[in-house]
Protein backbone atom coordinates (compact mmCIF):
# COMPACT_ATOMS: atom_id res chain seq x y z
CA UNK A 1 0.00 0.00 0.00
CA UNK A 2 2.96 2.69 0.08
CA UNK A 3 2.84 2.64 -4.23
CA UNK A 4 6.41 1.33 -4.56
CA UNK A 5 7.05 0.52 -7.53
CA UNK A 6 8.39 -3.06 -8.69
CA UNK A 7 12.22 -2.77 -7.38
CA UNK A 8 10.91 -2.90 -3.92
CA UNK A 9 9.02 -6.22 -4.35
CA UNK A 10 11.32 -8.68 -3.43
CA UNK A 11 8.89 -11.91 -2.75
CA UNK A 12 6.09 -13.82 -4.26
CA UNK A 13 3.24 -14.68 -1.87
CA UNK A 14 0.63 -17.15 -2.24
CA UNK A 15 -2.07 -17.08 -0.14
CA UNK A 16 -4.84 -20.20 1.33
CA UNK A 17 -7.23 -19.86 3.96
CA UNK A 18 -5.39 -20.91 6.48
CA UNK A 19 -1.68 -20.46 5.77
CA UNK A 20 0.34 -18.49 3.16
CA UNK A 21 3.90 -19.54 0.89
CA UNK A 22 6.46 -16.88 0.64
CA UNK A 23 9.22 -17.93 -1.95
CA UNK A 24 12.30 -15.55 -3.54
CA UNK A 25 14.19 -15.94 -6.11
CA UNK A 26 16.40 -12.71 -5.95
CA UNK A 27 17.00 -13.39 -2.37
CA UNK A 28 16.89 -16.75 -1.66
CA UNK A 29 19.46 -17.15 0.97
CA UNK A 30 17.73 -14.41 2.97
CA UNK A 31 14.62 -16.45 2.40
CA UNK A 32 15.36 -19.39 4.08
CA UNK A 33 17.27 -17.44 6.58
CA UNK A 34 13.88 -16.09 7.68
CA UNK A 35 11.82 -18.97 7.84
CA UNK A 36 14.54 -21.17 9.62
CA UNK A 37 14.44 -18.01 12.21
CA UNK A 38 11.01 -18.29 12.21
CA UNK A 39 10.44 -22.17 12.71
CA UNK A 40 13.57 -22.46 14.78
CA UNK A 41 13.15 -19.46 17.25
CA UNK A 42 13.90 -20.08 21.03
CA UNK A 43 10.79 -21.68 22.75
CA UNK A 44 10.51 -18.24 24.72
CA UNK A 45 9.85 -16.39 21.54
CA UNK A 46 7.30 -18.67 19.28
CA UNK A 47 4.22 -17.41 21.07
CA UNK A 48 5.03 -14.05 19.16
CA UNK A 49 5.89 -15.95 15.52
CA UNK A 50 3.62 -17.79 13.05
CA UNK A 51 4.17 -21.39 12.97
CA UNK A 52 5.83 -22.76 9.93
CA UNK A 53 4.49 -25.99 8.18
CA UNK A 54 6.95 -26.09 5.67
CA UNK A 55 10.66 -25.16 4.51
CA UNK A 56 10.98 -25.87 0.75
CA UNK A 57 14.81 -25.19 0.17
CA UNK A 58 15.09 -26.32 -3.60
CA UNK A 59 12.41 -23.77 -4.57
CA UNK A 60 13.62 -21.06 -2.09
CA UNK A 61 10.09 -21.11 -0.02
CA UNK A 62 8.38 -21.72 2.76
CA UNK A 63 4.71 -22.19 4.43
CA UNK A 64 3.60 -20.68 7.34
CA UNK A 65 0.08 -19.64 9.51
CA UNK A 66 -1.78 -17.16 8.27
CA UNK A 67 -2.20 -14.25 10.58
CA UNK A 68 -5.76 -12.74 10.06
CA UNK A 69 -5.81 -9.65 12.94
CA UNK A 70 -4.60 -6.35 12.24
CA UNK A 71 -1.42 -5.40 11.28
CA UNK A 72 -0.31 -2.19 13.65
CA UNK A 73 0.56 0.01 10.24
CA UNK A 74 -3.23 -0.11 9.21
CA UNK A 75 -4.49 0.39 13.20
CA UNK A 76 -1.69 3.49 13.61
CA UNK A 77 -2.28 5.12 10.38
CA UNK A 78 -5.95 4.58 9.53
CA UNK A 79 -8.10 2.79 12.24
CA UNK A 80 -7.27 3.15 16.16
CA UNK A 81 -4.82 5.64 17.73
CA UNK A 82 -6.62 5.71 21.58
CA UNK A 83 -4.24 4.94 24.18
CA UNK A 84 -6.18 2.32 25.96
CA UNK A 85 -6.89 0.11 22.42
CA UNK A 86 -2.97 0.61 22.30
CA UNK A 87 -1.80 0.15 26.16
CA UNK A 88 -1.87 -4.11 25.79
CA UNK A 89 -0.29 -3.73 22.38
CA UNK A 90 2.64 -1.80 24.02
CA UNK A 91 2.58 -4.16 27.00
CA UNK A 92 3.15 -7.37 24.86
CA UNK A 93 5.85 -5.70 22.59
CA UNK A 94 7.45 -5.30 25.85
CA UNK A 95 6.99 -8.70 26.68
CA UNK A 96 8.85 -9.75 23.28
CA UNK A 97 11.92 -7.04 23.94
CA UNK A 98 12.32 -9.00 27.59
CA UNK A 99 12.46 -11.80 26.13
CA UNK A 100 15.32 -11.24 23.34
CA UNK A 101 16.95 -9.17 26.28
CA UNK A 102 17.09 -12.49 28.60
CA UNK A 103 19.35 -14.49 25.96
CA UNK A 104 23.08 -12.63 25.73
CA UNK A 105 26.22 -13.62 23.97
CA UNK A 106 29.66 -12.08 23.26
CA UNK A 107 29.90 -11.60 19.87
CA UNK A 108 29.83 -8.39 18.04
CA UNK A 109 26.65 -6.78 16.03
CA UNK A 110 26.99 -2.93 15.83
CA UNK A 111 30.16 -2.74 13.96
CA UNK A 112 27.82 -4.08 11.24
CA UNK A 113 25.33 -1.33 11.84
CA UNK A 114 28.12 0.88 11.56
CA UNK A 115 29.76 0.21 8.13
CA UNK A 116 26.11 -0.85 6.59
CA UNK A 117 25.23 3.08 7.28
CA UNK A 118 28.52 3.75 6.14
CA UNK A 119 28.67 1.72 2.99
CA UNK A 120 25.30 3.22 2.03
CA UNK A 121 25.93 7.04 2.82
CA UNK A 122 29.87 6.91 2.19
CA UNK A 123 29.76 10.81 3.30
CA UNK A 124 28.73 10.02 7.22
CA UNK A 125 32.17 9.32 8.49
CA UNK A 126 31.67 11.13 11.63
CA UNK A 127 27.84 10.08 12.22
CA UNK A 128 29.44 6.35 11.97
CA UNK A 129 32.36 7.62 14.76
CA UNK A 130 29.42 9.04 16.85
CA UNK A 131 27.50 6.09 16.53
CA UNK A 132 30.61 3.74 17.47
CA UNK A 133 30.85 6.21 20.51
CA UNK A 134 27.36 5.52 21.81
CA UNK A 135 28.18 1.92 21.69
CA UNK A 136 31.12 2.11 23.76
CA UNK A 137 29.49 4.62 26.25
CA UNK A 138 27.33 1.27 26.60
CA UNK A 139 29.44 -1.37 26.93
CA UNK A 140 28.21 -3.21 24.07
CA UNK A 141 31.00 -3.23 21.69
CA UNK A 142 30.88 -7.14 21.67
CA UNK A 143 27.72 -7.90 23.25
CA UNK A 144 24.66 -8.91 21.47
CA UNK A 145 21.11 -10.44 22.17
CA UNK A 146 18.51 -12.23 20.34
CA UNK A 147 16.60 -9.91 18.22
CA UNK A 148 13.86 -9.77 15.33
CA UNK A 149 15.77 -7.49 13.36
CA UNK A 150 13.16 -5.41 11.71
CA UNK A 151 10.75 -4.89 14.32
CA UNK A 152 8.48 -1.80 12.66
CA UNK A 153 4.50 -1.47 12.58
CA UNK A 154 4.37 -3.46 9.18
CA UNK A 155 5.62 -6.21 10.63
CA UNK A 156 3.85 -6.57 13.05
CA UNK A 157 0.09 -7.98 14.39
CA UNK A 158 -2.69 -8.04 17.08
CA UNK A 159 -5.05 -10.00 18.06
CA UNK A 160 -7.23 -8.66 20.59
CA UNK A 161 -9.26 -11.46 20.92
CA UNK A 162 -6.59 -13.68 22.30
CA UNK A 163 -4.65 -10.46 23.05
CA UNK A 164 -1.77 -12.12 21.30
CA UNK A 165 1.16 -10.15 19.19
CA UNK A 166 2.86 -11.73 15.76
CA UNK A 167 5.78 -10.88 14.12
CA UNK A 168 6.92 -11.58 10.96
CA UNK A 169 9.81 -10.81 8.48
CA UNK A 170 12.46 -10.94 10.56
CA UNK A 171 16.05 -10.31 9.66
CA UNK A 172 17.31 -14.12 9.47
CA UNK A 173 20.12 -13.48 11.98
CA UNK A 174 19.26 -14.56 15.96
CA UNK A 175 21.70 -12.62 17.46
CA UNK A 176 21.84 -8.73 17.15
CA UNK A 177 20.82 -6.39 19.64
CA UNK A 178 17.23 -5.45 21.39
CA UNK A 179 18.72 -2.12 21.56
CA UNK A 180 18.11 -2.21 17.79
CA UNK A 181 14.93 -3.07 17.60
CA UNK A 182 14.13 -0.61 19.89
CA UNK A 183 15.20 1.89 17.51
CA UNK A 184 13.10 0.08 14.77
CA UNK A 185 9.80 0.88 16.55
CA UNK A 186 10.84 4.69 17.01
CA UNK A 187 11.38 5.18 13.84
CA UNK A 188 7.44 3.96 13.24
CA UNK A 189 6.15 5.71 16.19
CA UNK A 190 7.92 8.85 17.07
CA UNK A 191 10.07 9.26 13.34
CA UNK A 192 6.67 8.68 11.24
CA UNK A 193 8.09 6.06 8.81
CA UNK A 194 4.63 4.38 7.93
CA UNK A 195 2.70 7.65 7.36
CA UNK A 196 6.16 9.19 5.51
CA UNK A 197 5.92 5.23 3.13
CA UNK A 198 2.56 5.50 2.50
CA UNK A 199 3.29 9.55 1.21
CA UNK A 200 0.54 11.05 4.28
CA UNK A 201 2.89 13.74 4.35
CA UNK A 202 3.47 17.42 2.51
CA UNK A 203 6.53 18.20 1.04
CA UNK A 204 8.17 22.16 1.86
CA UNK A 205 11.46 23.61 0.57
CA UNK A 206 12.11 23.51 5.16
CA UNK A 207 8.81 21.75 6.92
CA UNK A 208 7.22 18.79 7.20
CA UNK A 209 3.85 17.97 7.86
CA UNK A 210 3.30 14.83 8.40
CA UNK A 211 -0.56 13.54 8.72
CA UNK A 212 -0.44 12.38 11.74
CA UNK A 213 -2.58 14.42 14.12
CA UNK A 214 -3.73 12.19 17.15
CA UNK A 215 -0.52 10.06 17.41
CA UNK A 216 0.84 12.45 20.38
CA UNK A 217 -0.72 10.56 23.28
CA UNK A 218 0.75 6.89 21.67
CA UNK A 219 3.91 8.24 21.46
CA UNK A 220 3.79 9.41 25.29
CA UNK A 221 2.92 6.02 26.05
CA UNK A 222 5.86 4.76 24.41
CA UNK A 223 8.24 6.43 25.51
CA UNK A 224 6.75 6.15 28.66
CA UNK A 225 6.38 2.36 29.09
CA UNK A 226 9.56 2.01 26.71
CA UNK A 227 11.78 4.67 26.45
CA UNK A 228 11.58 5.21 30.21
CA UNK A 229 12.91 1.87 30.79
CA UNK A 230 16.54 2.93 29.61
CA UNK A 231 19.32 4.78 30.70
CA UNK A 232 20.80 7.87 29.26
CA UNK A 233 23.26 6.10 27.32
CA UNK A 234 21.06 3.36 25.93
CA UNK A 235 18.60 6.26 25.11
CA UNK A 236 21.22 8.18 23.20
CA UNK A 237 22.24 4.99 21.33
CA UNK A 238 18.69 4.45 20.31
CA UNK A 239 18.17 7.34 18.92
CA UNK A 240 21.47 7.28 17.15
CA UNK A 241 20.75 4.08 15.88
CA UNK A 242 17.21 5.44 14.39
CA UNK A 243 18.92 8.45 13.02
CA UNK A 244 21.21 6.14 10.86
CA UNK A 245 18.21 3.84 9.94
CA UNK A 246 16.44 7.25 7.88
CA UNK A 247 20.39 7.67 6.75
CA UNK A 248 20.60 4.02 5.25
CA UNK A 249 17.07 3.46 3.77
CA UNK A 250 17.12 6.56 2.01
CA UNK A 251 19.11 4.55 -1.07
CA UNK A 252 16.40 2.15 -0.74
CA UNK A 253 13.45 4.59 -1.65
CA UNK A 254 14.83 6.21 -4.71
CA UNK A 255 11.59 5.61 -6.53
CA UNK A 256 10.19 8.31 -4.40
CA UNK A 257 12.93 11.28 -4.09
CA UNK A 258 10.49 13.26 -2.34
CA UNK A 259 10.48 10.78 0.37
CA UNK A 260 14.09 10.43 0.16
CA UNK A 261 14.21 14.66 1.54
CA UNK A 262 12.16 13.91 4.23
CA UNK A 263 13.77 10.84 5.70
CA UNK A 264 17.08 13.16 5.60
CA UNK A 265 15.08 15.49 7.63
CA UNK A 266 14.00 13.23 10.25
CA UNK A 267 18.15 11.72 10.51
CA UNK A 268 18.71 15.27 11.15
CA UNK A 269 16.10 15.09 13.74
CA UNK A 270 17.14 12.13 15.80
CA UNK A 271 20.81 12.96 15.09
CA UNK A 272 20.52 16.24 17.30
CA UNK A 273 18.47 14.21 19.67
CA UNK A 274 21.41 11.91 20.15
CA UNK A 275 23.82 14.68 21.45
Given at each position: NNLSNGSRFFNKLEFSANSVRKS???????????????????????????????????????????????????LFIHLDRDV?????????????LEVCQEVEIEAPFWKKICDKTLLRRPGLEKFTEELWNCVEDCGLENNSTLFHGDLHFNNMFFDFGKNRLTVIDARGEFFGHWLYDVAKLVHSV??????????????????????????????????????????????????????????????LHKDFPDKIVEYEKIFEYFNQLAR
Open positions: SVLFANELIAEALWTKYAPRSLQPFLPKVFEIDTLNTAYEMERIKSIKLRDKTWRPIVHEIKKFIGKFDFIDTRLFSAGDRNLRIYSAGTEQLEELFTEEVLGDLSAEQTRLVYKTTASLFASMQP
